[in-house]
C-alpha cells in the first residue's frame, strides 16, 4: 500500500512536471500493487494491440482500458515493464533498429507518442486526428503513417523530425494499414462500405497509396457484403496483402445460419505486383464458422499467414504456399474444392481444408496478433491475457501467458463480451458485432423476419437504444431488450438463458456516444451554431425533440416503399448519426445532404425544399455534429 502511494505521488510529479508528462516507467510488481489496484473501479486490461522486436524477444501490449503498454516476455511468462499512457492506447509500431515504439492513443484529440524502449523515455508526443490507431511504420524508418479513424484520413509523420507532414483523405473509417516491403505502396483497410445500402453492390475499400506523392493510387473494392475490416499485413516478399473481414450475404433474408447463410468471414488477398484483387478466400468451414477476424500476420519466412479469430476464439494457421498454389490451379480452370474458376473461392467453403489449422486459444477475444519468433501471439481482449502459440511443434499448441490479476467481470463487460462472441450463435457463424462491430452498424442492409421477408432494413446503432424505445425501424419491438433476446433466439438461432440477456442489456445501457469529428474543441462550429436555428426552422425537432432528438413515437411520413408502404417509422435519435451512414431505414441515402437534397422533395420529411444552400449546409452540419 505504501509503495502504491508513492508511486501515486511519483506519477502525479511527473504528470505536472511536464517533463515525464503523462508517461511514467515502473516496474510492473509495483504497478500492479500501486495505484491500478488503490483504484475502486473495475480494472481490465483489455488488450487489443501487439508488437514484438525483430528478434521476437520483446513483446510490447497495449492495455486498451488500463491505459498503458507492458512489456511481457511470452517465453518465460511475466512483465517486463509498464508504461502508462493516460489515454487508452489503441495501436502499437516499433522500430527494432532505433527501440523506438510508436503507441496511438485514443481520443477524439488523439496523440501518438515516441517512446524510447531501452530507456522507457519519453521522445516526443504528436497531435494526430479523431481516434487514431493502426500506426504503420516503412521500411526505412522515416515514416509513420496512422488510420485517423473517424476522421477519414491517415496522418503521415515525418519520424526524424517528428513532425506530420500532412494527411492523405481515404474511405470511411481506415483501420489497418501496412508498408510494401520497398516502401513504395502504403494500404490503408477502410472499416465500412459507404454507399447506399439499398443498392446491388455494397463493399468497403483498401485504399494503396504512393507515400511518396502522398496521393491515392487506386480504391481496390473487396467483393459484395465485405464489411467490418480490421486487419491488414503485407507478405515478407510484398507480393501480396491480406486483410481480414466479414463477408455478408446481406441479399439473402435471414432464415438460417448453414453454410454462411448469412455472415461468412473472409481474408481478401490483393496482389501488390498487378494492384489488384486476387481473390476472397473463406476462413470458416462448412459447418463451424470463423467469426470477426481481426489481426493478420505473416512469418518473416513467408510460410504462414495467422488469423486471429475474435469471435470464435482462435487463430487460423494457414500454409501460405499451399494456398497460393490453390489459388493458382484454380485460376487455370482446375478444380479445386467445389471451385471451378477465382470467382467461385469467396464462396467456397471448403477451400482452406487441409491447408489451415484452427488453433483454440486460452481466453476470449483475440484481436492484435503478431509473430514473436516461432511465436504467434494475441491480444486476448475480454480475458484480460495473451495467447501464445508456438507454430514449429506439430499439432501447434497454443498457451496463456498471464497479463496480471484478473478483475472479476462487471454485468456490463460480460454483455459486451457476449455480445462479440460468436459462442452465442449456432454453429459460430457470427456474433451480434459482426453486423453491429463495436456496438454500431455495418452500413449493410438484412432482411431479418421480425417485419416479414422481402423489406430489408438498415442496420441500427445500439447506441442509445435502450434509451429510445420502441426499437427497429417499424417499431415492431416495444424495447431493446425484447431486440436483444429476439436477436439471440431468431439471428443467431440460439437459446440462452435470461442472465446473458440481461447482461447485453446492461452493456447496452450503459454504450456512451462518440464525440463528433464535426465539433471544434468539443463545440458546435459556427456552421453548425446556424444549422441549429434551421433544425428549428425546418421543423426537425417536433419530431426529434428532446435531448436524445426523438418523440420516441412513429411517423408515416411517404417514406416506405414495396411492402412497407403506408406503414409509420420510428423516429431514431440522431445523436452519433455522424458514424451510421447510409441514411433511412432501407440506407438510401448514402450522405445527410442526399438525405435532404434527393429525398426530401416534397418535404414530408421536415421543411427542406425551401431552404438556401448554406442553410442546407448549415443543418447537415449540425446534425452531423451530434
Ligand atoms: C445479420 C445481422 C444482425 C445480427 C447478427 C444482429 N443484428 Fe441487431 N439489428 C440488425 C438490423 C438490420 C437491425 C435493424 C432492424 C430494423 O430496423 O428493423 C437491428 C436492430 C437491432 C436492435 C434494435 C435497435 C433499435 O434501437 O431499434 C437491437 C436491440 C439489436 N439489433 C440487438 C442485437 C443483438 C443483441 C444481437 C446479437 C444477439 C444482434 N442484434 C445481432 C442486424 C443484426
Ligand atoms: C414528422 C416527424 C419527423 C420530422 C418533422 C423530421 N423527422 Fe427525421 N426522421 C423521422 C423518422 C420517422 C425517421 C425514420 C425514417 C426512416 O427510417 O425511413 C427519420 C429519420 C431521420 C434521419 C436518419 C437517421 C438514420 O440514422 O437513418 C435523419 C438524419 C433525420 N431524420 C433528420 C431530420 C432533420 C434534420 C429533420 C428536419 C429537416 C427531420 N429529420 C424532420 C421523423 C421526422
Redesign the pocket.
Known amino acids: 500500500m505504501e509503495k502504491g502511494i508513492i508511486l501515486m505521488k511519483n506519477y502525479l510529479r511527473f504528470t505536472m512536471s511536464g517533463v515525464g508528462a503523462v508517461l511514467v516507467c515502473v516496474l510492473v510488481s509495483q504497478a500492479r500493487a500501486g495505484w491500478f489496484s488503490a483504484k475502486s473501479e473495475a480494472r481490465y486490461y483489455s488488450p487489443c494491440a501487439v508488437v514484438a522486436s525483430d528478434d521476437g524477444n520483446d513483446v510490447f501490449v497495449a492495455e486498451y482500458s488500463a491505459n498503458q503498454v507492458v512489456q511481457a516476455d511470452v517465453v518465460k511468462g511475466g512483465l517486463k515493464r509498464t508504461i502508462a499512457t493516460k489515454l487508452p492506447p489503441s495501436g502499437l509500431a516499433l522500430d527494432s533498429r532505433s527501440g523506438v515504439l510508436f503507441v496511438t492513443l485514443e481520443s477524439n484529440e488523439g496523440q501518438v507518442v515516441l517512446i524510447d524502449t531501452r530507456t522507457g523515455k519519453l521522445e516526443a508526443r504528436i497531435a494526430v486526428g479523431h481516434t487514431p490507431l493502426a500506426p504503420a511504420l516503412s521500411p526505412d524508418g522515416k515514416t509513420l503513417a496512422v488510420c485517423n479513424r473517424f476522421n477519414n484520413n491517415v496522418s503521415l509523420i515525418d519520424v526524424p523530425s517528428r513532425k506530420e507532414s500532412g494527411r492523405v483523405a481515404v474511405s470511411r473509417e481506415p483501420v489497418a494499414a501496412a508498408f510494401s516491403p520497398d516502401g513504395r505502396q502504403l494500404l490503408i483497410a477502410s472499416h465500412l462500405p459507404s454507399m447506399p445500402a439499398n443498392g446491388d453492390y455494397s463493399a468497403s475499400v483498401v485504399t494503396v497509396i504512393d507515400p511518396a506523392t502522398r496521393l491515392v493510387v487506386t480504391n481496390l473494392t473487396l467483393p459484395n457484403g465485405s464489411t467490418g475490416l480490421r486487419g491488414l499485413c503485407v507478405s515478407p516478399d510484398g507480393r501480396y496483402a491480406y486483410v481480414t473481414h466479414t463477408l455478408g450475404r446481406y441479399q439473402l433474408p435471414t432464415t438460417q445460419l448453414e453454410r454462411g447463410w448469412m455472415n461468412t468471414s473472409a481474408i481478401s488477398i490483393i496482389d501488390l505486383q498487378g494492384v489488384k484483387m486476387l481473390s476472397t478466400v473463406l476462413l470458416d468451414d462448412v459447418d463451424l464458422g470463423a467469426a470477426n477476424p481481426w489481426g493478420v500476420a505473416c512469418t518473416t519466412n513467408g510460410a504462414l499467414l495467422c488469423v486471429a479469430q475474435a469471435g470464435t476464439h482462435e487463430v487460423s494457421v494457414i500454409d501460405r504456399n499451399a494456398l497460393h498454389e490453390r489459388l493458382g490451379r484454380v485460376a487455370k480452370g482446375e478444380k479445386v474444392g467445389v471451385s471451378l474458376s477465382l470467382e467461385d473461392v469467396p464462396n467456397d467453403l471448403s477451400f482452406l481444408v487441409g491447408i489451415r489449422q484452427r488453433v483454440k486459444l486460452p481466453g476470449n477475444g483475440p484481436r492484435g496478433l503478431c509473430l514473436a519468433g516461432d511465436l504467434a501471439v494475441a491480444g486476448m481482449y475480454f480475458s484480460d491475457n495473451l495467447a501464445v502459440v508456438s507454430l514449429t511443434t506439430t499439432p501447434v499448441v497454443a498457451r496463456e501467458v498471464s497479463l496480471g490479476p484478473k478483475t472479476p467481470l462487471s454485468e456490463e463487460r460480460k454483455g459486451e463480451m457476449y455480445f462479440n462472441d460468436a459462442a452465442f450463435c449456432f454453429q459460430e457463424w457470427q456474433s451480434c458485432a459482426s453486423c453491429h462491430p463495436d456496438g454500431r452498424a455495418d452500413a449493410l442492409n438484412w432482411d431479418l423476419l421480425n417485419d416479414g421477408i422481402g423489406n430489408p432494413k438498415?442496420t441500427?446503432?445500439m447506441l442509445l437504444s435502450v434509451q429510445t424505445p420502441p426499437s427497429m425501424?417499424l417499431a415492431v419491438r416495444a424495447d431493446a431488450a425484447m431486440g436483444v433476446r429476439a436477436g439471440l433466439k431468431f439471428i443467431q438461432f440460439s437459446m440462452r438463458p435470461e442472465e446473458d440477456a440481461l447482461a447485453i442489456d446492461a452493456y447496452l445501457t450503459k454504450m456512451k456516444p462518440v464525440p463528433s469529428p464535426y465539433l471544434e474543441k468539443g463545440k458546435l462550429s459556427k456552421a453548425a451554431r446556424r444549422g441549429e436555428k434551421v433544425?428549428r426552422k425546418?421543423?426537425?425537432a417536433?419530431?426529434?425533440s428532446g435531448s436524445l432528438y426523438t418523440?420516441l413515437q412513429?411517423?408515416e411520413?411517404g417514406?416506405?416503399q414495396g411492402m412497407d408502404k403506408d406503414k409509420?417509422?420510428?423516429?431514431?435519435t440522431?445523436v452519433e448519426?455522424w458514424r451510421?451512414a447510409?441514411?433511412?431505414?432501407?440506407?438510401r441515402?448514402s450522405t445527410?445532404k442526399e438525405?435532404?437534397q434527393e429525398f426530401?422533395k416534397d418535404d414530408v420529411?421536415?421543411?427542406?425544399s425551401k431552404l438556401s444552400p448554406r442553410e442546407l449546409d448549415d443543418?447537415v452540419e449540425f446534425?452531423l455534429s451530434l
Open positions: 438498415n441500427k446503432n425501424s433544425f425546418a421543423n426537425c417536433t419530431c426529434h418523440d412513429t411517423h411520413m417514406m416506405g409509420p417509422f420510428d423516429t431514431p440522431l448519426c451510421t447510409p441514411f433511412l431505414h432501407d440506407g441515402a445527410m438525405l435532404f426530401n420529411h421536415g421543411d427542406t443543418l446534425v
